[in-house]
């Protein structure tokens, strides 16, 4: 039996190259000492591995960016607006052009397209593919990070991007071929760095082959089988293994046992249930790694239930043939537990119930020495101590509140139904709202200017006292309902200056919420974000949102729309629990934000939009699996915002994203006016909502917020009149694309100033 770890990550346990890779960006440091923390930090989580006893060490598992924009550069896949860097420029700078794009010296060149690594919120570089397109062997990055390993004693596994997933997972940029194509032309560049690697004395290698565990049409499973016959045939010898993850294996089951290879990566974290069919069904020269440690989320692992998972294999297999790994790469966890060393921040009684990244290797190799025949006592400690962590999870009171399960189980069917339908609440609704033809509003951020950036932290320190803060966050939100009356919107909000993050705002004030001091993952390139961590049952002891709402309704006569974030987005955005399904804590956040709904009507508020960004983000990756998720999501978010009047009006917002294979569910929602990111799509977004005849308000984004660009009053008549023309005017609002919290003052009046007469202008030719 050995252990491997998938991959390991790369930022530094105290975001080092996030620093490095900043200063070089600005000039402060040079490439030579930006090259140099890169290789620091590889050699820090080689001993790491190393001295835990990991017996296959990752390489080529680090990036100054991105790993599949690294193997873009690798296959030397550089679009033609980078020519004239590649010439000019060193490999590193060239590689950070295609990631960033290059505004200097007179060039003007736009990034390459990044999107969501499956459905993880790290994002990644998106390949573009053309009908002719050649590959050689550009970067040696692969080849040099082996030899880095080796110096120091190591013969890593090379981590490398499956040539299927990679092609899977870029985009064709011309008509008339289908990118599968390619995989002829790019397998000779991987057969090259698999030659110089095994010359070099490599044994294993891991292809990273996500896409196994996906949806896949006939032509990707036939090129699957080709290409890793190919390989085969020209490395008898290497050891090869390819790595599934995210999903289960399902339909793709007989092809990926069949697979001429070594070993074959298993998600057991999301797909215990696999390891079953795949006993079944396995040859007996294939050897099986066992993801069973949560390489995508904080908690500790119940070692009796991975041992349990392992046994069940080494029963049918011996234990010469099982690797034992984390799920998947540990890029999706936070560095190191140990750095969380403040009590107040993460109570000890908490942490003992989590492990990040540098603790799941230590898992791994403990389970390995768990599994083995007679385990010393040491080891045998270790387990008494997990059993005692998991049965303390299971049982704590910070955890368990029966008045919280009691009230989810006693939520019913009607607690997800507003009282009346659309067309009956329309009516009560315009009676006392009264809102013109075209109403305007906005998404509810306003600009997040650097001094209110400061008041937040200098309160923090405690260099302003809560008075002090207070009343400054009151001087800006009144200044800015001022102005939104001067200018004429109709439905205002209060801006949210006193929010750092949406979701966190809230996980601050939710019971069943913590927060880590050092936790940060990889979101892109040098982005990182600091996920809130569900731990126990969630529920909302105080009112959270009343204050500034009604405070900021107290200045005006015109509606102020109270803000929320939605308990999908919550949950969507937070490391969450692992001992209930989804969908239940999901549901308890729902019961929360519903409380505050109810609270925010009660104190005079007739507006509330309830954001729900990322439900499309929370698609299950297999299509089979659509359904049942939507059905939950969708429940969660009518929980929310059933528990009001007729007369209020709930509204939602989303950004960029399709409707057309969730308009159904969209309309489900049942939200009185949903605003969705538009402009950059020309309004073609609001053709699903046309075509489905979607009975509800819809405010289409009239303005790209993420621009500093100021669109004129025109563009934005043409914009209405497009929507007017699939959407009957009196369905309509308009607003920007979303909130303008990262805008500057200057632009947003004069963009919202041209928004409002636009809708005027558009309302008198209807
Ligand atoms: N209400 C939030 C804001 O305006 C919505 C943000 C979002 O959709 N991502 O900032
Ligand atoms: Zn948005």
């Known amino acids: 039996m050995q252990t491997h770890i998938l991959g390991y990550p790369r930022i530094g346990s105290n975001r080092e190259?996030?620093?490095?890779?900043?200063?070089?960006?600005s000039g402060k440091i040079t490439l030579d000492e930006l090259l140099d923390v890169g290789k620091n930090i590889r050699q820090n989580n080689w001993k790491l591995q190393q001295e835990a006893g990991i017996d296959l060490i990752p390489c080529n598992d680090f990036s100054f960016y991105d790993q599949v924009l690294d193997m873009t550069l690798t296959l030397g896949a550089i679009p033609e607006r980078y020519e004239e860097i590649a010439l000019k420029k060193s490999e590193t700078d060239l590689y950070f052009a295609m990631a960033r794009g290059f505004q200097k010296e007179g060039l003007d060149i736009t990034a390459m397209e990044m999107t969501k690594w499956f459905d993880t919120n790290y994002h990644f570089i998106v390949p573009e593919f053309h009908k002719n397109q050649e590959f050689k062997l550009f970067s040696r990055k692969i080849i040099n990070e082996f030899l880095d390993a080796k110096q120091v004693g190591i013969n890593a596994k090379p981590v490398i991007i499956g040539l299927l997933t990679y092609i899977l997972l870029g985009k064709e940029k011309e008509e008339g071929f289908n990118k599968l194509?390619?995989?002829?032309?790019?397998?000779?560049?991987?057969?090259?760095?698999?030659?110089?690697?095994?010359?070099?004395?490599?044994?294993?290698?891991?292809?990273?082959?996500?896409?196994?565990?996906?949806?896949?049409?006939?032509?990707?499973?036939?090129?699957?089988?080709?290409?890793?016959?190919?390989?085969?045939?020209?490395f008898p010898h290497l050891k090869i293994i390819v790595a599934t993850y995210f999903e289960g294996l399902r339909d793709n089951l007989s092809l990926a046992v069949s697979l001429p290879v070594n070993v074959l990566h298993l998600d057991l974290v999301r797909s215990p249930e696999q390891l079953e069919e795949v006993l079944k069904v396995i040859p007996e020269t294939l050897h099986l790694s066992l993801g069973v440690i949560d390489g995508r989320n904080i908690w500790k692992n119940d070692f009796e239930k991975s041992?349990?998972?392992?046994?069940?294999?080494?029963?049918?297999?011996?234990?010469?043939r099982i690797l034992i790994a984390p799920s998947c790469s540990l890029l999706h966890s936070p560095s190191d537990l140990d750095l969380e060393n403040n009590e107040s921040v993460l109570s000890s009684e908490i942490k003992q119930w989590m492990a990040f990244a540098k603790q799941k290797v230590s898992e791994t190799v403990t389970l390995k020495k768990l599994a083995a025949e007679n385990p010393d006592y040491s080891t045998l400690l270790l387990l008494a101590e997990n059993k005692k962590a998991i049965e303390s999870r299971k049982t704590s009171p910070l955890?368990?509140?029966?008045?919280?399960?009691?009230?989810?189980?006693?939520?019913?069917e009607e607690d997800a139904k507003r009282n009346k339908p659309f067309s009956i609440r329309k009516i009560s609704q315009q009676d006392i709202l009264n809102?013109?033809?075209?109403?305007?509003?906005?998404?509810?951020?306003?600009?997040?200017?650097?001094?209110?950036?400061?008041?937040?932290?200098k309160f923090k320190k405690g260099e302003l006292n809560a008075k002090q803060y207070d009343d400054l966050l009151k001087k800006e939100t009144e200044r800015t309902i001022r102005w939104q009356e001067e200018i004429g919107i109709d439905v205002l909000v209060h801006g949210e200056f006193e929010r750092n993050d949406m979701v966190e705002y809230f996980g601050e004030q939710l019971s069943g919420f913590v927060f880590t001091q050092n936790g940060w993952?990889?979101?892109?390139?040098?982005?990182?974000?600091?996920?809130?961590?569900?731990?126990?049952?969630?529920?909302?002891?105080?009112?959270?949102?009343?204050?500034?709402?009604?405070?900021?309704?107290?200045?005006?006569?015109?509606?102020?729309?109270?803000?929320?974030?939605?308990?999908?987005?919550?949950?969507?955005?937070?490391?969450?629990?692992d001992d209930q399904p989804r969908s239940l804590t999901c549901k308890q956040i729902a019961l929360a934000i519903r409380d505050e709904v109810n609270d925010l009507e009660k104190a005079g508020i007739r507006i509330i939009q309830i954001d729900e960004p990322a439900i499309r983000e929370g698609l299950p990756l297999r299509k089979s699996d659509w359904q049942h998720y939507l059905q939950w999501a969708v429940e969660a978010f009518r929980i929310s915002a059933s528990g009001v009047e007729d007369a209020t009006q709930i509204h939602t917002h989303m950004c960029y994203s399709e409707f057309n294979d969730i308009i159904q569910n969209i309309a489900d929602m049942d939200a009185d006016v949903i605003t969705i990111e538009c402009s950059r799509s020309q309004m073609e977004l609001l053709n699903a909502f046309a075509d489905f005849k979607y009975p509800n308000e819809i405010g289409p984004g009239v303005y790209d917020i993420h621009s500093p660009r100021v669109p004129s009053k025109d563009e934005m008549v043409e914009l209405l009149k497009k929507a007017q023309a699939v959407i009957p005017a009196q369905q309509l609002w308009v607003n920007p694309d979303c909130g303008l919290k990262t805008r500057h003052w200057d632009e947003t009046e004069k963009a919202l100033i041209a928004m409002v007469e636009a809708s005027r202008e558009a309302s008198k030719l209807f």
């Open 181 to 234: 194509e390619l995989a002829q032309k790019i397998l000779p560049v991987y057969i090259q760095i698999l030659k110089e690697l095994e010359t070099h004395g490599a044994e294993y290698i891991q292809f990273d082959e996500p896409f196994l565990a996906l949806d896949l049409d006939e032509k990707s499973k036939e090129t699957y089988s080709l290409i890793y016959t190919e390989i085969r045939k020209q």
């Open 307 to 320: 041992l349990r998972l392992i046994r069940q294999a080494t029963d049918k297999i011996g234990s010469e």
């Open 521 to 577: 993952v990889q979101s892109y390139g040098s982005r990182c974000v600091k996920p809130p961590v569900i731990f126990g049952d969630v529920y909302r002891p105080n009112p959270m949102t009343v204050y500034w709402s009604e405070y900021a309704q107290s200045l005006t006569k015109k509606w102020v729309k109270g803000m929320l974030t939605g308990p999908v987005t919550i949950l969507q955005w937070s490391f969450v629990r």
């Open 17 to 25: 190259l996030k620093k490095a890779c900043e200063q070089y960006w």
């Open 399 to 412: 955890i368990h509140n029966s008045e919280v399960k009691d009230r989810v189980d006693v939520t019913t």
């Open 435 to 457: 809102l013109p033809l075209f109403p305007t509003t906005t998404i509810g951020s306003f600009p997040q200017t650097k001094e209110v950036r400061n008041w937040r932290a």
